[in-house]
């Protein structure tokens, strides 16, 4: 089956891929000809996820899914949280959002954070969503390499390696977006019995 994904994220792109395995060809909104940013105002994640859905079925009438994340942090009240891409400044300056992020914890005993990502399926037409969520906690500094955006700074529960001192299979089995990508895939599955 061929499946649009609506994200300019490379890094995305190769995580999803990897879920989804040899059954599914991922297509990517440059292949379908759209360019440039696709829109994401909502307030909240499931908005995002579907707006941005929504914004290529409109424009390609393809099967396409989207995904949605933020980092919420606990001693920050949620945030950056829907904001994520855009924390520290207009772009997706991923440097100084982690910049940013220490700085507002400095101090903070409750290192507690979330990732939350919500993926939005349109198939046949219709809309469905999936969540995945990880607890895990901040570290005062940056470690590791892989991965993008906060991965540095995010330690998932129950180890001690960032998500960016993980490849993209160890990332992918406990984290947030592995997980709502394992309940599309089931999904699919399901209806092609
Ligand atoms: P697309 O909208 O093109 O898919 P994006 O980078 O804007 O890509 P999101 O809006 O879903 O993706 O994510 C918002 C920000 O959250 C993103 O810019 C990163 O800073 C951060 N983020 C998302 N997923 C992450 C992950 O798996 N690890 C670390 N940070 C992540």
């Known amino acids: 089956m061929e499946i649009l994904f609506a994200t300019n994220n490379a890094h995305k792109l190769a995580e999803v891929s990897a879920v989804l395995g040899d059954g599914y060809r991922l297509v990517t909104p440059r292949d379908c000809g759209v360019t440039g940013e696709i829109p994401e105002t909502q307030p909240t994640l499931e908005g995002n996820a579907l707006q941005k859905a929504r914004y290529l079925h409109a424009r390609t009438g393809r099967n396409c899914f989207a995904d949605d994340t933020g ?13 994520s891409a855009r924390y520290a400044t207009d772009g997706h300056d991923f440097a100084a959002n982690n910049r940013l992020l220490l700085r507002n914890l400095e101090g903070k005993t409750n290192r507690r ?32 390499a892989e ?47």
């Open 71 to 83: 980092l919420e942090v606990e001693a920050l009240g949620g945030a950056p949280g829907v904001h």
């Open 113 to 144: 954070a979330r990732f939350r990502t919500v993926i939005a399926l349109i198939l046949n037409g219709e809309e469905h969503l999936f969540e995945g969520i990880v607890e895990g906690h901040i570290i005062p500094a940056e470690r590791g």
């Open 147 to 193: 991965g993008f955006g906060y991965d540095p700074l995010f330690v998932p529960e129950g180890g001690d390696k960032t998500f960016a001192e993980m490849d993209a299979a160890e990332k992918n089995a406990v984290s947030h977006r592995g997980r709502a990508m394992r309940k599309l895939a089931a999904y699919l599955h399901s209806i092609e019995k």
